[in-house]
């Protein structure tokens, strides 16, 4: 879908190519391909808002090469995954037993060390 946006005097053909996706349940962000003024087509991360006409525009964002969208998937599946305690605590019989005689974990890792007795 092409279209030209006015700015300050100067007019902007945009061109989307690809929508790959919402970034949000909201549907304000969005993956595209976009080719800005003729230029080769590029992904980008914006900012979005589709008018009454439902036409999407897009806002302020940032474009990402091919090597930068590996990185950022890098380090998305390299971040620590949260911690479901029910399950640990499930599978370590008599573990609450322990921590009630006076025993703690600590850091998140369940060893269990005798607390001292003042």
């Known amino acids: ?5 006015a700015k300050k005097g100067t007019t ?3 061109t989307i190519e690809k929508i790959y996706g919402y970034l949000s349940p909201r549907e304000d962000k969005v993956f ?6 003729g230029m080769p087509a590029k992904d980008e991360v914006r900012k979005c808002w589709t008018s009454d006409d439902g036409e999407l525009h897009l806002g ?12 950022l ?3 998305s599946d390299s971040k620590p995954k949260p ?5 640990i605590f499930a599978s370590s ?8 005689a006076g ?3 600590k850091d998140g890792f369940i060893v269990l060390r005798r607390k001292e007795k003042r």
């Open 73 to 75: 998937k890098s380090l």
């Open 32 to 37: 595209v391909r976009v080719s800005w003024n």
């Open 60 to 71: 302020k964002g940032i474009d990402l090469t091919e090597t930068e969208i590996a990185t």
């Open 103 to 105: 025993y703690s974990t």
């Open 83 to 87: 911690i479901n305690f029910s399950d």
């Open 12 to 14: 902007i053909n945009c």
């Open 1 to 5: 879908m092409a279209k030209k946006v």
């Open 93 to 100: 019989e008599g573990i609450m037993e322990k921590r009630q």
